[in-house]
Nanobody, 123 residues
Framework: QVQLVESGGGLVQAGGSLRLSCTTT?????????MGWFRQSPGKEREFVAA????????LYADSVKGQFTISRVSAENTVYLQMNNLKPEDTAVYYC???????????????WGQGTQVTVSS
């Protein structure tokens, strides 16, 4: 069973930065895997943030975070990162890591999900 564990969330002032981590604790991540980050605010649907093809490192970003967030992976650590810079209050959400095989922004096509980590940006 694939398990994903997120960390790195917290409270930050607007303009600040955070780096989220997502570690797979159930064996290595295969090159065909796609790792994604999503976020959800109260009363809103889960929203795509970024994705990375584990083999090759191809990335995909939501328009709302392009130039602001960076997704990356460290194969030796079985970990995917989301570097978030110049954070805004509207970035406040629970951030989820997910794993699938389709290079897509569609949440339902990701099979495995972490529990989420809260990011709160104060104004």
């Amino acid at each position: 069973q694939v398990q994903l564990v997120e960390s790195g969330g917290g409270l930050v002032q607007a303009g600040g930065s955070l780096r989220l981590s997502c570690t797979t604790t159930s064996g290595r991540i295969f090159s065909s895997a796609v790792m994604g980050w999503f976020r959800q605010s109260p009363g809103k649907e889960r929203e795509f943030v970024a994705a990375i093809r584990y083999g090759g490192g191809r990335t995909l970003y939501a328009d709302s975070v392009k130039g602001q967030f960076t997704i990356s992976r460290v194969s030796a650590e079985n970990t995917v990162y989301l570097q978030m810079n110049n954070l805004k209050p509207e970035d406040t959400a629970v951030y989820y890591c997910a794993r699938g095989v389709d290079f897509t922004s569609t949440p339902s096509l990701y099979r495995y999900w972490g529990q989420g980590t809260q990011v709160t940006v104060s104004s």
